[in-house]
T-cell receptor, first 111, second 110 residues
Framework: EAQVTQNPRYLITVTGKKLTVTCSQN?????MSWYRQDPGLGLRQIYY???????DKGDVPEGYKVSRKEKRNFPLILESPSPNQTSLYFC??????????FGPGTRLTVT | ELKVEQNPLFLSMQEGKNYTIYCNYS?????LYWYRQDPGKSLESLFV?????AVKQEGRLMASLDTKARLSTLHITAAVHDLSATYFC??????????FGTGTRLQVFP
């Protein structure tokens, strides 16, 4: 089954404790993105990647890092999480820019 | 500043009625997407509009794009409860960079 998977789905952590949210897709898509969703703000793009070893900042990249060492994986790294990074995070992938497939989401709480 | 504005933000409508959700955007683009999100769920792609004048229909939903007016509409015909969800439009600025609207929360009641 074609899908985008994220792990973990739920995470509660404390300020400053490094964490990684994994994202994997099995559709051989070149493009992958990370978004955060906050009430009243819609979805905002954090980072995106057009191919292996090619990443670029989205609208809200501060406090986040990504890597794209393999085509299928695009992890999101929070080196020192802060409470303002409490949010719902979505990973997405697409073969081209026509249509993005979204993962199930990761709900992160930073206390 | 790039903006994608949807209205209304909230829509409560009776089953069987028609209504339109509007998506205005502030920059040149000829690609626009509509997504649906159910509570606690991920986003599901509804429509991909790739050119001026594009119109697509699926069941009770029809989407259109006017790139000159920088406007897309999502028209709901004879609403049913199953359409209750939040609907997002997203504008493709350039490859793989999407700007989302804030969403329209639709509630359909009997």
């Amino acid at each position: 089954e074609a899908q985008v998977t994220q792990n973990p789905r739920y995470l509660i952590t404390v300020t400053g404790k490094k964490l990684t949210v994994t994202c994997s897709q099995n559709m051989n898509h070149e493009y992958m993105s990370w978004y955060r969703q906050d009430p009243g703000l819609g979805l905002r793009q954090i980072y995106y990647s057009m191919n292996v070893e090619v990443t670029d900042k989205g609208d809200v990249p501060e406090g986040y890092k990504v890597s794209r060492k393999e085509k299928r994986n695009f992890p999101l790294i929070l080196e020192s999480p802060s409470p303002n990074q409490t949010s719902l995070y979505f990973c997405a992938s697409s073969y081209d820019s026509y249509e993005q497939y979204f993962g199930p989401g990761t709900r992160l709480t930073v206390t | 500043e790039l903006k994608v504005e949807q209205n209304p933000l909230f829509l409560s409508m009776q089953e069987g009625k028609n209504y339109t959700i509007y998506c205005n955007y502030s920059t040149t683009s000829d690609r626009l997407y509509w997504y649906r999100q159910d509570p606690g769920k991920s986003l599901e792609s509804l429509f991909v509009l790739l050119s001026n004048g594009a119109v697509k229909q699926e069941g009770r939903l029809m989407a259109s794009l006017d790139t000159k007016a920088r406007l897309s509409t999502l028209h709901i015909t004879a609403a049913v409860h199953d359409l209750s969800a939040t609907y997002f439009c997203a504008v493709d600025i350039y490859t793989d960079k999407l700007i989302f609207g804030t969403g329209t929360r639709l509630q359909v009641f009997p």
